[in-house]
């Protein structure tokens, strides 16, 4: 995608080839900064403190975590113990095992003196893969888009999303947004609805802003509009993102997903989730009883930063003294409240028969 005129993705290998850049994603909107990480720890850093965040961008940054680690050291013992601290940056994400898996092993059939060329050679392909797995998605979703621009004939498309699932979320397209750029790059009339998605504001932050980018009208809503804009039918379609969905089709993704899923049940909006196969885990099916839930910090609720006229940023506390903060930061929405899943390989229905349908040869035998 484009910035200020100049293409970027998300992650890529610096020109040194011995490091890796990404674009700092805490200081957004704010500031468009770039980051240069040179250790597993930078990256380690960079995941846990949401320098880089979503799923597919997320997993693609470990993979690069465990180039940088085979660079210092070849060993087993070293790609084990790398393995093991990216795993533990998130709890979420299923992107993020799925990487460090292929990564290692990958590295572990190579011997120790290919390694570290194969380490750079693999994380490059799973950062291009999921380039083309996101920009797949898009002409996917564009196909549901097209069908309600016919129906709306010519009136512009209002689709609701949430948190951020666009190309800051992955290595470059996004999922839920995928849809929305093909869908006004190729001349529809598209309009967003930005839920601002508290506490970090990933809607208001970074989904405002990369739309702002690239010229797509939107309106950044408060967390909890949504249902009444569906009343009053200012809602076509809801597309969102996920950080895992499990093999039955139920969908983890950021904290308030679910609760508009419900308002869209009640209001007959379409409700559908956009994600490329790496975010399926076919190891789960009851996503609430199964999927870890993030829990943060509590000054994520407490505090808020702000640019002051002067463009410097600060930080406040807006929270009274002495309460007790509770931040979870993901939910999960139950396959029957979604409408389908739009993925690389088209769209199903958000059941076991649906997913496997689309991956027999990935989804659990029986
Ligand atoms: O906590 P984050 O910002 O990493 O969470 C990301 C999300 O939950 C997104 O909504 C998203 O859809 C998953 S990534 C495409």
Not at 50 to 77: F, K, N, T, W
Not at 98 to 103: Q, V
Not at 169 to 177: N, R
Not at 187 to 194: E, S
């Amino acid at each position: 995608m484009r910035v200020s005129g100049k293409s970027y993705r998300t992650i890529w290998v610096a020109n040194d080839g011995r490091s890796v850049d990404i674009i700092d994603q805490t200081r957004l909107p704010h500031r468009f900064a770039t980051v240069s990480l040179r250790t597993l720890q930078d990256v380690a850093h960079a995941i846990k403190t949401m320098q880089v965040r979503g799923a597919p961008l997320i997993g693609a940054a470990a993979a690069y975590g465990i180039c940088l680690a085979m660079a210092s050291d070849a060993s087993d013992e070293t790609l084990d113990c790398a393995y093991g601290i990216l795993l533990a940056t998130r709890p979420t994400a299923i992107n993020l095992r799925w990487a460090l898996d292929e990564m290692r092993a990958h590295l572990r059939n190579q011997p120790r003196e290919a390694r570290v060329a194969a380490a750079w050679k693999r994380a490059g392909d799973i950062a291009n893969e999921d380039v083309t797995l996101n920009a797949s998605i898009g002409e996917h979703g564009l196909t549901i888009l097209r069908d309600i621009a016919a129906s709306k004939k010519g009136e512009r498309i209002n689709v609701l999303t949430h948190c951020n699932a666009g190309w800051l979320a992955t290595v470059d397209w996004g999922t839920a947004l995928a849809p929305i750029y093909k869908a006004h790059d190729a001349g529809l009339a598209i309009h967003v609805w930005v839920d601002e998605t508290r506490p970090r504001n990933q809607g208001m932050n970074l989904t405002a802003w990369e739309l702002g980018q690239h010229g797509v009208p939107h309106t950044v809503i408060a967390d909890n509009v949504g249902g009444h804009l569906m009343q009053h039918d200012m809602v076509d379609i809801a597309i969102v993102g996920t950080d895992r969905t499990t093999a039955r089709g139920d969908v983890c993704n950021k904290i308030g997903t679910y609760l508009k899923a419900l308002a869209a049940r009640d209001n007959d909006v379409p409700f559908y989730v956009a994600l490329p196969s790496p975010t399926i885990d076919w190891t789960l099916n009851d996503g609430i009883k199964e999927i870890p839930i993030e829990e943060r910090g509590g000054e994520e609720l407490s505090h808020m930063s702000g640019r002051l006229p002067d463009g410097s940023v600060v930080e406040i506390n807006i929270a009274p003294d002495g309460s007790a903060m509770a931040n979870y930061a993901f939910d999960v929405t139950p396959s029957h409240l979604v409408t389908g899943l739009i993925t690389e390989r088209g769209v199903c229905a958000a059941s076991a028969q649906g997913l496997r349908g689309l991956f027999p040869e990935r989804a659990p035998k029986g």
